[in-house]
Nanobody, 128 residues
């Protein structure tokens, strides 16, 4: 079992930066593919970015390329999302997700159905 706790979300202005963190419990974090998703009321959860267990492979949604950076510290069981040049359309609840290790392949996953564990989310609000 993996528990995920996001933090770092708050109200900011357009153009500001934020760093979200996702602290993971359990012994499998270092072997788990991870992802960040976001959701606004009335819409489906949206993929933001994913990272392989070793940090070697990453994939970003087109809307955040060049502005967001995902990273992980396996020694600290923590996933990060650095968000720069934030826009009002980035306003959402941000969730981190973990996939139970199934192989040693360093791959990422972009479909929410591929993840087994989710955090409770952290609200990011960007004012114009």
């Amino acid at each position: 079992q993996v528990q995920l706790v996001e933090s770092g979300g708050r109200l900011v202005q357009a153009g500001d930066s934020l760093r979200l963190s996702c602290a993971a419990s359990g012994r499998t974090f270092s072997r788990s593919a991870m992802g960040w998703f976001r959701q606004v009321p009335g819409k489906d959860r949206e993929f933001v970015v994913a990272i392989a267990w070793n940090g070697g492979s990453k994939y970003y949604a087109e809307s955040v390329i060049g502005r967001f950076t995902i990273s992980r510290d396996n020694a600290k069981n923590t996933l990060y999302l650095q968000m720069n040049n934030l826009k009002p359309e980035d306003t959402a609840v941000y969730y981190c997700a973990a996939r139970s290790p199934t192989s040693s392949d360093a791959v990422y996953y972009t479909n929410s159905n591929d993840y087994d564990f989710w955090g409770q989310g952290t609200q990011v609000t960007v004012s114009s």
